[in-house]
């Protein structure tokens, strides 16, 4: 079993800056992309970006030049280092991983628990 464990969620002022951390524990032979997205009550969960295992990048347009993810493929932790944070960037981020257990078998969608990032204006 493989659990996703996010940190680094919490209160900011407008234009500040906060940097999302989500390891990934238990037995994994190989994780492929890991990404981040955000649900705010109501609406539906939306991509926040994503990275594959060989370094390829997606954005949501709206985080585009503000928001930055790596990944350290070692210690299996993906980070979302977001700066410039708007209120309306206000939501629970969720850490997702596409990962595989042995070699022979097939990559499963894992989520984390959610962190709350609250950007007050």
């Known amino acids: 079993q493989v659990q996703l464990v996010e940190s680094g969620g919490g209160l900011v002022q407008a234009g500040g800056s906060l940097k999302l951390s989500c390891q990934a524990s238990?037995?994994?032979?190989?994780?492929?992309?890991m990404g981040w997205y955000r649900q705010v009550p109501g609406k539906q969960r939306e991509l926040v970006a994503t990275i594959t295992r060989g370094g390829g990048l997606d954005y949501a347009d709206s985080v585009k030049d503000r928001f930055t993810i790596s990944r350290d493929n070692v210690k299996n932790t993906v980070f979302l280092q977001m700066n410039s944070l708007k209120p309306e960037d206000t939501a629970v981020y969720y850490c997702?991983?596409?990962?595989?257990?042995?070699?022979?078998?097939?990559?499963?969608?894992?989520w984390g628990q959610g962190t709350l990032v609250t950007v007050s204006s």
């Open positions: 997702h991983a596409e990962v595989r257990s042995t070699l022979l078998s097939p990559y499963v969608e894992v």
């Open positions: 238990g037995t994994i032979f190989s994780i492929n992309t």
